[in-house]
Nanobody, 117 residues
Framework: QVQVVESGGGLVQAGGSLRLSCAAS????????MGWYRQAPGKQRELVAH???????SYAMSVKGRFTISREHAKNTVYLQMNSLKPEDTAVYYC???????????WGQGTQVTVSS
């Protein structure tokens, strides 16, 4: 079983920065992909960014150029550096781990990010 734990959320003013971290424990088989989703109040959960185990990345258009996803393979950890934050980035951010060999998708409990105007 894979456990996923996020940290780093908080309250920040518009234009500020936050860095989210996510540590996955347990046996994670390759190929895999780690990523971040978010869900704002009253809205559907959406993909923010993901990164594969060969460092291939993808971003939502709304965050491209402002957010950067990275990972440390030895620690099974993924980061989301969020710059130039906007009030519309306010949401609960969830970390995920996807194992392609059996399509197992693991979720963290989420971390709140609030951007004030």
């Amino acid at each position: 079983q894979v456990q996923v734990v996020e940290s780093g959320g908080g309250l920040v003013q518009a234009g500020g920065s936050l860095r989210l971290s996510c540590a996955a424990s347990g046996t994670i088989f390759r190929p895999n992909r780690m990523g971040w989703y978010r869900q704002a109040p009253g809205k559907q959960r959406e993909l923010v960014a993901h990164i594969s185990d060969i460092e291939s990345t993808s971003y939502a258009m709304s965050v491209k150029g402002r957010f950067t996803i990275s990972r440390e393979h030895a620690k099974n950890t993924v980061y989301l550096q969020m710059n130039s934050l906007k009030p519309e980035d306010t949401a609960v951010y969830y970390c995920t781990v996807l194992q392609f060999r059996d399509n197992s998708l693991y979720w963290g409990q989420g971390t709140q990010v609030t951007v004030s105007s």
